[in-house]
């Protein structure tokens, strides 16, 4: 039962583009949603989050969105950098532990 | 570097065979994770602390698992008997919070 879910494995951008990602959730108990980038070797960096109270959060390049009713995150990054490329995990919280996502590869290109 | 720090990065070990990974987190957060991250899977949640109670443990969590955090510093997580299908990525991240976790850089056990 997978309760937080990233369909998209892999999504490719052009430098300056705006990049998308997307995450879909099942629990409506869930009350914290974040974002986090992971480097090959590395552990995951967290990046932005948002609480269940609220529908965006921004934080310079990166903005997360929140639809509970259609119980879905999404996060932009405007605009895209060859720096961005990674694996973005979206998580969820509504106890002690995060529930993460298989995660998307986003890459940045020229 | 005041980030969470873990050893060693790297561990190789024989089927049947007990390792123990180390975890220091940041040094004012009383919360500290586990999680294990497998090839094309996201972290999942193994056990947590808050200071030295440990209050929580997933159902990955087999017998042949261990966790302790003495004093609520340092954690230590050991697998007695390992097996092939324990290979994965060990993750370790402490907060303050029970959101905006911070992690360390992990450490790879293979299993041979």
């Known amino acids: 039962d997978q309760q937080v879910k990233q369909n998209s494995p892999s999504l490719s951008v052009q430098e300056g583009r705006i990049s998308i990602l997307n995450c879909d959730y099942t629990n409506s108990m869930f009350d914290y949603f974040l974002w986090y980038k992971k480097y090959p070797a590395e552990g995951p960096t967290f990046l932005i989050s948002?609480?269940?109270?609220?529908d965006k959060n921004e934080d310079g390049r990166f903005t997360v969105f929140l639809n509970k009713s259609a119980k879905h995150l999404s996060l932009h990054i405007v605009p895209s950098q060859p720096g961005d490329s990674a694996v973005y995990f979206c998580a969820a919280s509504g106890s002690d532990k995060l529930i993460f996502g298989t995660g998307t590869r986003l890459q940045v290109f020229p | 570097d005041t980030g969470v720090s873990q050893n060693p990065r790297h561990k190789i070990t024989k089927r049947g065979q007990n390792v123990t990974f180390r975890c220091d987190p940041i040094s004012e957060h009383n919360r500290l994770y586990w999680y294990r991250q497998t090839l094309g899977q996201g972290p999942e949640f193994l056990t947590y602390f808050q200071n030295e109670a440990q209050l929580e443990k997933s159902r990955l969590l087999s017998d042949r698992f261990s966790a302790e955090r003495p004093k609520g510093s340092f954690s230590t997580l050991e697998i007695q008997r390992t097996e092939q299908g324990d290979s994965a990525m060990y993750l370790c991240a402490s907060s303050t919070r029970r959101y905006e976790q911070y992690f360390g850089p992990g450490t790879r056990l293979t299993v041979t």
């Open positions: 948002i609480s269940s109270i609220k």
